[in-house]
């Protein structure tokens, strides 16, 4: 091959990662964030200035991240334990549940994506259900990685922002648990940034705090 060929191909590699990369990466904050940050307010769930950083910055990173490994899938352990290097969250600890499932032991904070792709079982009248689906390690494993930001989950886990899906994120976060109890005046961090186009809703949450991983089908009285 010579010099010339050699180029080519190495330009076309890099152009390869660099669409990888500007197509994943976020535009900045949707116009949805003020609407979120209101809806949640509505029932007594407020957001704080430094969670929201907290939240944007694992925002960010797994974007990113997600990118490096779509770029280049053979450094994607490499990259997966940088992402572990964000210990103040739960999914960068390893898991407590039975063959490495789970989630983290250890970390400040889980973090949960909003999604609407989950089938709801025939019995209770089928279709879709919308929730936080929290990250955890195994999410973010150099298998995985690529997957949790990949377009297809990204698009059936678009927030619209409708008035189903805020009663739905307000009844979730609304229900938190800590030691059985609801918690009142539940502080969380939020970000809504434009992925691939669409809008991903990531959530941060104390991490001892339980969220029902599980549809939140009734609205908020």
């Known amino acids: 091959m010579n010099k010339m060929k050699l180029f080519k191909k190495v330009l076309a590699v890099a152009l390869v990662g660099a669409m990888a990369v500007s197509m994943l990466t976020a ?14 307010k509505d029932v007594g769930v407020t957001t704080t200035k430094t969670m929201n950083k907290e939240t944007n910055r694992a925002a960010d990173k797994l974007q ?42 250890g970390g400040a904070y889980d973090l949960y994506i909003w999604t609407n792709g989950v089938k709801k079982a025939d019995a209770l009248g089928g279709g879709n ?9 195994i999410h973010v494993s150099a298998t995985n990685l690529s997957r ?43 970000s809504c940034q434009k992925v691939y186009g669409y809008d991903v809703l990531l959530v941060t949450v104390p ?14 009285k």
């Open 27 to 40: 535009c900045g904050d949707s116009s949805k964030t003020a609407d979120v940050k209101k809806a949640l």
């Open 64 to 105: 990113s991240a997600a990118a490096a490994v779509t770029a280049d899938p053979t450094k994607a352990e490499s990259i997966s334990n940088e992402v572990k290097q964000m210990t103040e969250y739960s999914f960068a600890h390893p898991a407590t549940g039975v063959g490495g499932a789970g989630k983290g032991n």
């Open 129 to 137: 259900y919308p929730y936080l689906y929290r990250v955890d390690p």
């Open 148 to 190: 949790l930001l990949a377009k297809d989950f990204v698009k059936q886990g678009v927030f619209s922002g409708s008035d189903e899906s805020m009663k739905a994120l307000q009844s979730v976060l609304k229900t938190a648990k800590k030691d059985s109890q609801t918690v009142e005046n539940l502080k969380v961090g939020i």
């Open 207 to 220: 991490s001892d705090i339980e969220l029902a991983q599980t549809p939140a089908t009734t609205p908020v």
